[in-house]
């Protein structure tokens, strides 16, 4: 990926941002979001062809302990917008934290 390195993804960390590009390796995933390169370490062979059918769509990757779960970010047109949904969108009332954890997001656009 252009001789760009990559930073691999910790546990409890998420990418949030457009996905462009993925690159199968036997160690991981590599993927560019929002611009930016990372490793997606040890990534279940499994979810890889549900990860391939997000390109070019805003997600969110969260990395486990045990896993990644993963999700499509959708902005509702402006006209359709309700006072919680710009809320939720500008980062208000949104939870970043599960019980017990912290997630540190890495990058959001």
Do not use: C
């Not at 990860?51 to 509702?76: Q, W």
């Not at 047109?77 to 017990?100: F, W």
Request: no cysteine.
């Amino acid at each position: 990926m252009n001789g760009r390195i990559a930073r691999a993804l910790g546990a409890w960390e998420e990418l949030v941002g457009m996905l462009s590009i993925l690159k199968f390796l036997s160690n991981g995933v590599l993927v560019s979001v929002a611009g930016r390169i990372y490793l997606l370490p040890n990534f279940p062979e499994e979810l890889q062809a549900k990860l391939l059918k997000l390109v070019g769509k805003k997600i969110g990757i969260l990395r486990l302990t045990d896993g990644y779960r993963f999700r499509i970010i959708n902005v509702l047109p402006e006209q359709k917008r309700t006072k919680s949904d710009v809320e939720a969108i500008n980062g208000v009332n949104v939870k970043r934290e599960l019980p017990g954890r912290r997630i540190r997001v890495l990058h959001e656009v």
